[in-house]
């Protein structure tokens, strides 16, 4: 039985490619698309999908916009959502 679309995991993101990864897995589950669905439609390998999405690997800007146009967003706001992201988990400096 394959695991539903958006099953309940806690990500922590350490640098800006895990922010991006779980920046890309939200907007994902937000449509309930599979990481099959996606690599379908950008003619990606879903290996690679999984990959940006867990931050194990970077994306190029090409790829960026890829995934932005599928998503109808600029490829400025989602990676504005990374930082964000990344600010809120990172570790608070010692006094």
């Known amino acids: 039985m394959a ?5 309940v995991k806690k990500r922590e993101a350490r640098s800006l490619g895990e922010a991006l990864g779980v920046e890309l897995t939200k907007l994902r589950v937000a449509k309930n698309w599979s990481q099959q669905k996606i690599s379908e439609m950008l003619g990606y390998d879903v290996s690679y999908v999984r990959q940006l999405e867990k931050g194990t690997k970077s994306p190029t800007l090409r790829t960026l ?10 490829v400025s706001v989602m990676i ?12 608070t400096p010692k006094k």
């Open 80 to 91: 504005g959502r990374a930082e964000r992201l990344l600010a809120r988990h990172a570790p």
């Open 3 to 7: 695991k539903p679309i958006g099953a």
């Open 65 to 74: 916009s890829h995934f932005a146009e599928i998503y109808s967003l600029r």
